[in-house]
């Protein structure tokens, strides 16, 4: 059974630390979204990528996120200097993305990282 | 992506069927209707997806008004396991953003 893979699931850090989350996508997949869930603004998009390219991160804190995808199964999202204001949940999802035809494809999302950020 | 409105939460009864409503009537011709939910503890998971016709599959039932302004989720015998929120929805097809915009989605009670 396929799935996304997320690592770490938890992580607890100091303000001003670097945290790197991990995403596999599900083999075949050839766009890697990465969304964000608070309490307060619910899920929100980031980022993502279509055959690793970035195609929109206008969701993302320019400054401090960096998202990045060296190969066709590992995508890394990066925050630098962290903040307490990130702690949330970060969700990694995969798809086969159809282009301009994308109102059909279907997102399967990872577990999650949860962060907190002391 | 256009609006959707869906209630806050809802409550039904372990093996009855529950109907979630959602309007959407700013929806455009492009528009498909997607439903995802998710667990406690869980990413979202996709549940079904339709443009105009009523659409089944193993997890639910998805019916479409005929002018496309509201939809339903049909779980047709809910189980403990469907307690979740449940979100729906629009997607472009006309080359809109490819991200899924959720909103506050429909938090489901299930009681035993």
């Known amino acids: 059974d396929a799935r996304v893979t997320q690592t770490p699931r938890h992580k607890v850090t100091e303000m001003g630390q670097e945290v790197t989350m991990r995403c596999q996508p599900i083999l075949g997949h050839n766009t890697v979204f990465w969304y964000r869930q608070t309490m307060m603004q619910g899920l929100e998009l980031l980022a993502y990528?279509?055959?690793?390219?970035?195609?929109?991160d206008s969701g993302m804190p320019k400054d401090r996120f960096s998202a990045e995808m060296p190969d066709a199964t590992l995508a890394t999202l990066k925050i630098q200097p962290s903040e307490p204001r990130d702690s949330a949940v970060y969700f990694c999802?995969?798809?086969?993305?159809?282009?301009?035809?994308?109102?059909?494809?279907?997102?399967?999302f990872g577990p999650g990282t949860r962060l907190t950020v002391l | 992506d256009a609006k959707t409105t869906q209630p806050n939460s809802m409550e039904s009864n372990e093996e009855e069927p529950v109907h979630l409503p959602c309007n959407h009537s700013t929806i455009s011709g492009t528009d498909y209707i997607h439903w995802y939910r998710q667990l406690p503890s869980q990413g979202p998971e996709y549940v079904i997806h339709?443009?105009?016709s009523n659409v089944n599959n193993r997890m639910a039932s998805l019916a479409i008004a005929e002018d496309r302004k509201s939809s339903t989720l049909i779980l047709h015998r809910a189980t403990l396991r469907d307690a979740a929120v449940y979100y729906c929805i629009l997607r472009d097809t006309g080359g809109g953003a490819d991200g899924l915009t959720f909103g506050k989605g429909t938090h489901l009670i299930i009681q035993p």
């Open positions: 990528f279509r055959n690793r390219a970035p195609l929109d």
């Open positions: 339709g443009l105009t």
């Open positions: 999802a995969s798809a086969l993305g159809q282009g301009a035809y994308s109102g059909t494809d279907t997102q399967y």
